[in-house]
Each structure stands twice: as C-alpha cells, then as structure tokens.
Nanobody, 126 residues
C-alpha cells in the first residue's frame, strides 16, 4: 500500500495559481492522479499521469489550466493550478493506482483499487 501526503493547498484569488504536491512512499511503478471533492458534491477525477510521466489525462473543466507532473526520483506528483476559479474550491486528494502504470488505471479505477491521501484544502475567492 502506498502512503500519500499532500501539501500546497491554501487560499487563492480567482485568476491566481497554486501548486499542490503529493509525496508518495511504500510502492513504486504506479500511475498517480488527483481527485477533488467540493462542498456538497461527490468526489470527482481531476488529472492523472502514467508511471513514465509521458501520458496525462484531465477532466474537461481543468484542461488548459491545470498541469500534472511527477518526479520519480523524489517520488512526488504535482498539480500546477493556474487561472483558478471559485468552482475549483474543494479538498484535493492524491491517489495511486494499486494495479497499473497507465493513467487509465487512475481514471477508470474503482475507489478500492486506489490508495488515497488525506487531502488538502483549496479555496478560491472571487
């Protein structure tokens, strides 16, 4: 089981930027991703990245604004969030696939096939 610890959340103004980090330990060679849960809503997928870092995938609402990347030497995944909107306000969770290397192992995985971090709060003011 992977242990995941998120950091970098906080308060930003609309149009601003934040960078989330997730330090991973316990396993290697797996796909990583970010999810979020807004107040009163279900958790939703945000972005995923393959083990190699070459392939990425985003939900439509963040395309062109968010960038996922990873550093396999430091076992860390990042989410650079630009042009933030109040609708981006949520708790952001890092996730690691238990089953594979591809971003599809994040996007299509049932929750029980992922390891989860505890989350970091992102609040965007208008």
């Amino acid at each position: 089981q992977a242990e995941l610890v998120e950091s970098g959340g906080g308060l930003a103004q609309a149009g601003g930027s934040l960078r989330l980090s997730c330090a991973a330990s316990g396993r290697s060679n797996y796909a990583l991703g970010w999810f979020r849960r807004a107040p009163g809503k279900e958790r939703e997928f945000v972005a995923a990245i393959s083990w190699s870092g070459i392939a990425t995938y985003y939900t439509d609402s963040v395309k062109g604004r968010f960038t996922i990347s990873r550093n396999n030497v430091e076992n860390t995944v990042y989410l650079q969030m630009n042009s933030l909107k109040p609708d981006d306000t949520a708790v952001y969770y890092c996730a690691a696939s238990r089953t594979g290397h591809s971003f599809t192992d994040i996007v299509q995985a049932p929750p029980e096939n992922l390891d989860w971090g505890r989350g970091t709060q992102v609040t965007v003011s208008s």
